[in-house]
């Protein structure tokens, strides 16, 4: 009997479709995540790490110094330094910026023959070279004598330094100061002591006896520091002169200025218009005019208006920012450095910006 043409056999029913790639994808929220999001990202970056590390590869092997040979070295001590007990050195840094030696400066004066009979005076604070030099060699004075003693002998550490003489005497009414040279038989220096100095004091101290030190008997000098005491409601503008008239740079004035400077300490605020009145009414012929400028700007033309003889004022630009500048580049001017070009410019003046370059110049 044959099948009857309305039966169907369940066999030979039609099965669905298999599911595509892209139903799948449509009806699968987190494998579409996968693919489309997922798969392409992590792909990427790791495609893009291994680019990094060829780049980095290629990079380290242009940069690195070729024909490099690295092995074993030895270092053998062949040799010590001797260094005995009565000459080791002697390190003293009462500040940031204090401990410079004294250079040897050819233009410095006679000085030989100094007498110091009192004790006291060699038995003040000790600072580099205390020790006297060698034959021929330098001694470098302390305290209040802090001068060079260079040439035919230094005296022992207790005479304060002092050789029988000199170098090359300077020419007749030639000073000088942080490499600044000028000519004039009257000067008076006028040096800010605020607060803002006081990083560098005993380097500024020194500069000053050793441009004391180089005047002739036949010059005469005097020196006016300003500052401000108290505080607030109670601050006071201060002027004070180491004598009062100028003096002639003997032996005993400039022990007296020795002195009386190493007692100075810096203070308070800069005003430096009364020291600089004090400074032309002794007439001088030279004014060097220490500070950073930081004053107020009417003080410019005032000291064009008091300075009726037409006195030199050389401005030195003292400031905390600009000695630390050691560069060999030419220093920025700040706007205290700028108002005491203006200055010098009106005052027959020169300028210069003490750098920490020009420290370690002078401290050799």
């Not at 699968?28 to 990094?52: D, E, M």
């Not at 110091?116 to 021929?136: C, E, I, K, Y």
């Not at 302390?142 to 003489?165: C, D, F, I, M, V």
């Not at 700028?338 to 420290?359: H, S």
Request: include cysteine; charged fraction near 25%.
């Amino acid at each position: 009997m044959s099948a009857s043409p309305d039966r169907v056999d369940t066999a030979d029913a039609v099965r669905p479709a298999p599911e595509t790639f892209a139903d799948r994808v449509a009806k699968n929220a987190y494998f579409r995540a996968w693919v489309t999001l997922v798969a392409p990202l992590g792909l990427s970056v790791a495609l893009h790490a291994v680019i990094f590390v060829l780049l980095a590869m290629k990079t380290f092997a242009w940069l690195a110094p070729a024909g490099l040979d690295v092995g074993d070295y030895s270092a053998t001590l062949t040799e010590a330094l001797g260094v005995s007990e009565g000459t080791g050195l002697d390190w003293y840094q009462p500040g940031g910026l204090a401990g410079l030696s004294e250079p040897i400066d050819e233009s410095l004066g006679s000085l030989g023959g100094l007498d110091v009979p009192d004790d006291a005076l060699r038995d003040l604070s000790r600072a580099p070279g205390q020790g006297g030099g060698q034959t021929g060699g330098l001694g470098l004075g302390e305290g209040p004598l802090a001068l060079l003693g260079t040439g035919g002998g230094a005296g022992p550490a207790e005479s304060g330094g002092l050789g029988s003489g000199l170098g090359g005497a300077a020419r007749l009414g030639e000073g000088g100061m942080w490499g600044m040279r000028f000519r004039a038989r009257k000067l008076v220096y006028v040096v800010d002591f605020s607060g803002s100095i006081i990083v560098a004091v005993d380097v500024l101290k020194r500069e000053l006896k050793r441009s004391i030190s180089g005047l002739k008997p036949d010059q005469s000098f005097n020196v006016i520091l300003f500052y401000s005491a108290g505080g607030g409601v109670d601050e006071r503008l201060r002027t004070e002169q180491f004598r009062p008239q100028l003096e002639p740079a003997t032996d005993a004035t400039r022990r007296a200025f020795f002195e009386w400077i190493d007692a100075k300490a810096p203070r308070g605020q800069t005003e430096p218009r009364e020291a600089i009145q004090r400074a032309l009414e002794l007439e001088p012929e030279v004014i060097l005019f220490h500070s950073d400028g930081f004053f107020d700007e009417s003080v410019v033309p005032e000291i064009a208006r008091l300075n009726r003889r037409r006195v030199q004022v050389h401005c030195l630009v003292f400031d905390e920012l600009l000695l630390k500048d050691a560069s060999d580049l030419p220093p920025k001017a700040s706007e205290g450095a700028e108002r005491m070009k203006r200055i010098a410019d009106q005052n027959r003046g020169q300028f210069k910006i003490v750098t920490g370059k020009d420290l370690r110049r002078v401290g050799g």
